[in-house]
């Protein structure tokens, strides 16, 4: 089970992009408006309430993680009507070589937190939320990540200079990896009651040593020993997505990375990845990236944070 984790972790797109870092007063909240990526808030220091669209707030403490889904307006801060209200965009700075530093109230920070988004191209392949079926208010980790991981983000933070963004992608990155880890070893509870059916490991390890197999649902629920209508129901409820959709993506996100990575002819990636040839592999890749794979390599890095630039510019 162990393997499979470790190699299902490195086919997944967790990549964030750090884009601010956020200081609250005890009375105040900060409200965000919703953005087209899911939004990831490290609670550095400070407690308070998260609250995502109308969902009841949830409270936070220090070394928590905030995740709010794409397309949800999320307020972060003082719970109650007493409380102070800014938006972020309303006091705002340059902090470092690329970091917004947004603040509510009059200087004190109180609640520190490194915000980032992962973003809406991913989707195409195997993805963060394909793996950490997060509610939607949000979810908490507290004690999961490393302590030495915030620890390096405040001094980040404190001491912004060149390279800092960077390092601070770096550092959310390493704690996402964390947290999904966590999840999968304990095999906790994902959505609504459905927890990670043990046999389904093996299917997963097939499709990750594999990807380019012929698989079916029979031919997985024969490896997982489970009924077609068993395991189908038990994949779905877990991943959110029927087994051939999580085959796709998995096959999708690897030829991604092969484009990116390696200048390796489209026809061989396509091969690598299960496709009979480039054709079907062009059209599948772009209904799920939407560009053609030779567009997808020649475009710079980058993460998908629309109507994130609108807002820090107002």
């Not at 990526?37 to 609670?43: D, R």
């Not at 060149?162 to 095999?187: H, P, S, V, Y």
Request: proline residues 6%; contains cysteine.
């Amino acid at each position: 089970m162990k393997r499979t984790l470790d190699q299902l972790l490195t086919t997944i797109d967790v990549d964030p992009h750090a884009f601010s870092v956020c200081r609250i007063q005890t009375g105040w909240r900060m409200i965000f408006p919703a953005f087209d990526a899911v939004t990831v808030h490290f609670v550095l220091r400070g407690s308070g309430h998260l609250q995502v669209g109308s969902s009841p707030p949830i409270p936070f403490s220090p070394s928590s993680v905030l995740i709010v889904p794409t397309s949800e307006q999320h307020w972060v801060g003082e719970v109650g009507d007493h409380a102070q209200i800014r938006e972020a965009a309303d006091r705002c700075a340059l902090l470092g070589d690329g970091l917004i530093e947004f603040t509510a109230g009059s200087g004190a920070d109180d609640t520190l937190m490194l915000c980032g988004a992962l973003s809406a191209p991913y989707q195409g392949g195997l993805g963060f939320f394909d793996l950490l079926r997060a509610p939607t208010a949000g979810d908490m980790a507290t004690g999961v990540i490393p302590a030495s991981v915030f620890d390096a983000m405040v001094n980040e933070i404190i001491h912004a200079r060149f390279g800092t963004q960077a390092m601070c992608q770096a550092l959310m990155k390493q704690g996402l990896i964390a947290l999904l880890r966590d999840r999968r070893e304990r095999q906790t509870e994902l959505s609504k009651g459905t927890t990670f059916h043990p046999r389904l490991s093996k299917a997963l390890a097939a499709i990750i040593d594999n990807p380019a197999a012929p698989h079916t649902v029979d031919s997985l629920a024969s490896l997982s020993g489970m009924s077609r209508a068993s395991f189908s129901d038990h994949f779905s409820k877990t991943f959110g997505q029927g087994p051939i959709d999580f085959v796709q993506k998995t096959r999708l996100g690897i030829a991604a990375r092969l484009l990116r990575a390696t200048d390796l002819p489209i026809k061989v990636i396509a091969q690598t990845a299960g496709y009979a040839g480039p054709r079907p592999f062009s059209r599948a890749f772009q209904a799920a990236y939407g560009c053609r794979p030779a567009d997808y390599r020649a475009r710079p890095d980058g993460v998908n944070t629309r109507g994130l630039a609108q807002f820090v510019s107002q």
